[in-house]
């Protein structure tokens, strides 16, 4: 898959799979923490090109697969929440 820098990218992150070795957190500690129970939660869920290549590394270091990420730049009118 290639992504194009610009394009809209949000980190999504399966909690079921994530196996706690924080290998994500260490690479892009901006968008991604453990919580108490040592799961991965998304702190910061936007990536902009300037971190697209960070979040690249730390969706590629996860033993499990736990992360991805997908396109959101086209969701039409770009409300939020
Ligand atoms: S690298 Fe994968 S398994 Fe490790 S904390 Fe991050 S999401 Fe969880």
């Not at 992504?3 to 690479?27: D, F, P, T, W």
């Not at 290549?53 to 086209?74: G, I, K, N, Y």
């Amino acid at each position: 898959m290639v992504i194009g820098l610009g394009e809209k990218m949000r980190i999504e992150a399966n909690r079921n799979l994530c196996q706690s070795y924080g290998n994500c957190v260490v690479i892009a500690p901006d968008h991604l923490d453990l919580d108490e129970e040592g799961l991965v939660t998304v702190t910061s869920s936007d990536v902009s090109s300037a971190d697209l290549e960070t979040v690249q590394a730390a969706v590629r270091s996860c033993p499990v697969h736990a992360l991805r990420l997908v396109d959101d730049s086209d969701d039409g009118n770009g409300s939020h929440g």
